[in-house]
């Protein structure tokens, strides 16, 4: 799976070891935290009330390095500031820093070890999946030598349940009759082989569209936005949460922008996810304009030198028309102030609720112009399919996966992985 997030060239990069258990000496720990660490009489960013944007402004802070501080500017309600709360170094957040003193060949050893350890998560997030597959599969095999039409009936009726989508389902099982016309297939081992490989083709294309990779931006435009869209429900912040720290395990600046002033509620929970992870967040009062919260939070960006913003937005879909020119309005705004802002628009579906989620996708798809998708919670269902029927219906890329309750447990998706999974 390799790096989470790769916009900076390798040797930029400060890599941390996510699953590591925090177990270093301590001076090894403050070592680290005094090289990651801003100093802590670093200016302050204010957000400005002339419109010029941020300014720094000195807040004295007492140094006492064993109390956990709160820095919280205030200011007139109309203005947003910035909340930012340091990790205690064993707080279960936390993370420890890899390789600062390792040769090239130690980094690529723990970085490969790191992967293997996400794959094997992958696969046992899609082992209720796989089971329920593996189990109607078993018994549409079970002693049967020859493939013929009851067969490949009974086929049908396991990937739908999967799943996996009735249009997706016929056009896999056209393609495997093909196969079989040609005699390019002719047993059971072929025919599972053939399954497979129509998967892996139907996800792989859809990343031909949309957004499937943070590379296709320049380094040189910042900060990189990520607009998160998505109904209440379905793990949109806790995936910002897992975003931002993830991001920022691979040494770049997160801000976060709570731009879904409509629900109270999202803004308190977004703030619970900064102050454990250690990312600064821009929130204002319920009722205020969205697009003015996003533009503060995109000047407070580009003063602080972020390299990424993640923005919230409102997760309702009962008055669409507002919704579109809301969400209209923010681009607007974000493309004025960065270079093709916002860069990506991620649309989180739950795995659980299947092909309710994907009729809820094909609604934001409408008046979202949504870029990629988000699969949450992908390890409690047995329908996990619904990734390959997603990536088929709506052509887009899906780009992460939720494989837990974790901070960690957001991936990257692997198509070839899911597959395998799927069938291992």
């Known amino acids: 799976m ?11 990069f400060v890599r941390l070891g996510l699953n590591e ?13 005094s090289k990651l660490e801003k100093p802590t009489d670093a200016p302050e960013l204010v957000p400005s009330t002339s419109g010029g944007g941020p300014t720094p402004t000195p807040i004295p802070v007492e ?8 820095r919280l500017v205030a ?11 340091p990790v205690p170094s064993r707080s279960p957040f936390a993370t420890s820093v890899l390789g600062l003193n390792l040769s090239i060949e130690e980094l690529q050893a723990q970085e490969a070890a790191l992967e293997q350890e996400f794959s094997a998560r992958f696969r046992r997030a899609v082992s209720a999946t796989r089971e329920s597959l593996s189990e109607r599969l078993d018994t549409v095999f079970a002693g049967r030598k020859q493939i013929d039409d009851e067969l490949l009936d009974q086929l049908e009726e396991a990937l ?17 009759r093909r196969g079989i016309a040609r005699k390019q297939i002719n047993d059971l081992d072929a025919l599972k082989n053939a399954i497979k490989t129509e998967l892996l083709t139907i996800l792989r ?3 031909r569209q949309g957004v499937a990779s943070e590379t296709t931006v320049p380094d040189s435009v910042a900060p990189y936005v990520m607009m998160i869209v998505g109904v209440n429900g379905v793990g949109k912040t806790t995936t910002i949460g897992k975003l931002a720290q993830r991001i920022k395990a691979e040494g770049n600046d997160v801000l976060i922008c709570a731009a879904d002033t409509f629900r109270a509620a999202a803004s308190d929970q977004l703030a619970i996810w900064a102050e454990r992870t250690g990312v600064p967040l821009i929130q204002q009062k319920q009722g205020t304009d969205p697009a003015a919260v996003l533009f503060d939070s995109l000047k407070a960006a580009k003063a602080r030198g972020s390299e990424v913003l993640i923005v919230d937005t409102a997760g309702r879909l009962h008055n669409k028309s507002n919704l579109m020119a809301e969400l209209e309005k923010m ?12 860069h990506e628009t991620l649309l989180v579906v739950d795995a659980v609720t299947g092909q309710n989620g994907l009729e809820q996708a094909r609604q934001f798809l409408k008046v979202a112009g949504v870029t ?5 919670k992908l390890d409690g269902t047995a329908k996990g399919g619904i990734a390959v029927a997603i990536a088929k219906e709506l052509s887009l890329p899906i780009r992460y996966a939720g494989i837990g309750e974790k901070v960690d447990d957001l991936v990257v998706f692997d198509p070839e992985q899911y597959v395998n999974g799927l069938f291992g």
């Open 2 to 12: 390799g790096l989470f997030w790769r916009r900076k060239s390798g040797d930029e």
């Open 21 to 33: 258990p925090v177990a270093r000496k301590e001076s090894e720990t403050a070592a680290v935290a």
């Open 63 to 70: 140094s006492k390095p064993e109390v956990e501080r709160v």
């Open 75 to 85: 200011q007139p309600e109309h203005v947003p500031a910035i909340r930012e709360k």
């Open 160 to 176: 739908i349940a999967a799943d996996i989508g009735v249009p997706t389902t016929l056009e896999v099982l056209e393609t495997v």
């Open 205 to 207: 294309s859809s990343e």
């Open 331 to 342: 681009k607007r705004v974000a493309g004025r102030e960065v270079e093709g802002a916002p």
């Open 372 to 376: 990629g998708i988000v699969l949450t």
